[in-house]
């Protein structure tokens, strides 16, 4: 333990850190991904899938756990090594001595880090706590909107928030960020774990563009599509499959019967 501890204390000991809850990350973000793509198969699947998980409740918590744990890892180990930088470069350097690329790479990962942090705080207040109904009720073109906020109906939390123009803008550039942030987080976890020799170079980044590329197309899917259903007109009867189990100043919908 006290190795680990003085491991850590150092400046590669906080990389590795980085790219050990970074890769906690890439895996959560891929299957949440996964998950949320049921929004394309109708509210009945999405909604089955989202009940399923919560009858896992120990499993959900526990990676929940890890998930925070890594968090506060990942955060922590980055806010020490840019206050570690900054000491180190109190002085500034004389003449054109940083790459210009990696220099922007970094300050990509620095405020594109706490852009996500925000977003983190914003989606689980949207679409886990379910507080953000009087911001969406401002502009929303989801006819459903009127009802607020339904737990356990997550299809039409999901209509609520994707058919609000401000609540879709700050999911796109969310997304945006966040591809950007694993593209260049996977390449560095890459480099720091000695992966990156001269003869696999060009394949690892391949990797990492790829999963950026698929995290962006694939999380940019169901915010685009919630907007263009709840343009389209769909109704809050067609989406409501009876899951709710607290209504959020909302009167209790009745289901659309099976046809």
Known sequence: MNAVLTLYRTTIG?????????AVYVGWVLFHMLGNLNFHLGPQVLNDYAHKLQDLAPVVWGGRALLLAALVVHVYSAFSLIAHNQK??????????????TNA????????????????LWHIADLTLGVLGPLH???????GAEHGFI??????????????P???AIYVGAVAALSLHLFHGVWSAVQTLGFDQASTATLWRS???FIAGLVLVGNLSFPLAGFAYALSG???????TGHGVKYYNARPIAPSSPS
């Open 14 to 22: 906080k990389k590795v850190a980085m790219a050990i809850s970074g």
């Open 88 to 101: 180190a470069r109190r002085t500034g350097y004389q003449g054109p001595m940083r790459s210009q690329q």
């Open 105 to 120: 790479a970094a300050k990509s990962m620095r405020y594109g880090g706490v852009a996500l942090l925000l977003f983190i």
């Open 137 to 143: 009720g401002l502009v929303n073109f989801y006819e």
């Open 151 to 164: 737990r356990g109906e997550v299809y039409h939390d999901m209509l609520l928030s994707f058919g609000s």
């Open 166 to 168: 401000i609540s879709l």
């Open 207 to 209: 990797i990492a563009a």
């Open 234 to 240: 769909v109704q809050s009867q067609d989406v409501i």
